[in-house]
């Protein structure tokens, strides 16, 4: 089945402790991009990837960083948590730039 | 700075009953929209896309209108059922230069039974 899959699907975690998001996908997609979702802010763009070992930044990087090696491959690094990422994060990919993209079941992270 | 927003935040139909979801957009650059919809618990889903050189898209049930000259977006749902409910999402592609998709705060569709 295509499909995007993030894991973990819930994460609470406390201020300054180093996680990573991962973000799979089996459809050989070239570009993928990482979204938070927030009450009355909707969806944000973090950074997102045009091929492999291309990214660049969304409107909201500050405190992220992520990582193309492989295509399929597209992680979310938080080196420093803090609580004010406190929120739903989507990872997506889509065959190309400018074609419908194709959103995981999201991430629900907590920083205390 | 750029923007694409929605004119309602929720909105109310009755089962059976046709329903239209509006987007504005400010950036007159922007070449690709695409309406998505997300259910409770889900990430977004694709409905319809359209690009810049059409003014209409017909899909199943969905249709999308474009209005460039008043940079205005709408999606409509004909024959709405309790699947329906959901939140809905306009998007908008910059174009080649400014890879970036920018998403409305949603609507959030109800069906009344």
């Known amino acids: 089945e295509a499909q995007v899959t993030q894991n973990p699907r819930y994460l609470i975690t406390v201020t300054g402790k180093k996680l990573t998001v991962t973000c799979s996908q089996n459809m050989n997609h070239e570009y993928m991009s990482w979204y938070r979702q927030d009450p009355g802010l909707g969806l944000r763009q973090i950074y997102y990837s045009m091929n492999v070992e291309v990214t660049d930044k969304g409107d909201v990087p500050e405190g992220y960083k992520v990582s193309r090696k492989e295509k399929r491959n597209f992680p979310l690094i938080l080196e420093s948590p803090s609580p004010n990422q406190t929120s739903l994060y989507f990872c997506?990919?889509?065959?190309?730039?400018?074609?419908?993209?194709?959103f995981g079941n999201g991430t629900r992270l907590t920083v205390t | 700075g750029e923007s694409v927003g929605l004119h309602l935040p929720t909105l109310s139909v009755q089962e059976g009953d046709n329903s239209i979801i509006n987007c504005a957009y400010s950036?007159?650059?922007?070449?690709?929209f695409i309406w998505y919809k997300q259910e409770s618990g889900k990430g977004p889903q694709f409905i319809i896309d359209?690009?810049?050189?059409?003014d209409k898209r017909q899909g199943q049930r969905v249709t999308v209108l474009l209005n460039k000259t008043v940079k205005h977006l709408s999606l409509q749902i004909a024959a709405t059922q309790p699947g329906d409910s959901a939140v809905y999402f306009c998007a908008e592609y910059g174009n080649f230069g400014n890879e970036k998709l920018t998403f409305g705060t949603g609507t959030r569709l109800t069906i009344i039974p």
């Open positions: 950036n007159s650059a922007s070449d690709y």
């Open positions: 359209i690009r810049s050189n059409m």
């Open positions: 997506a990919s889509s065959l190309l730039y400018n074609s419908p993209l194709h």
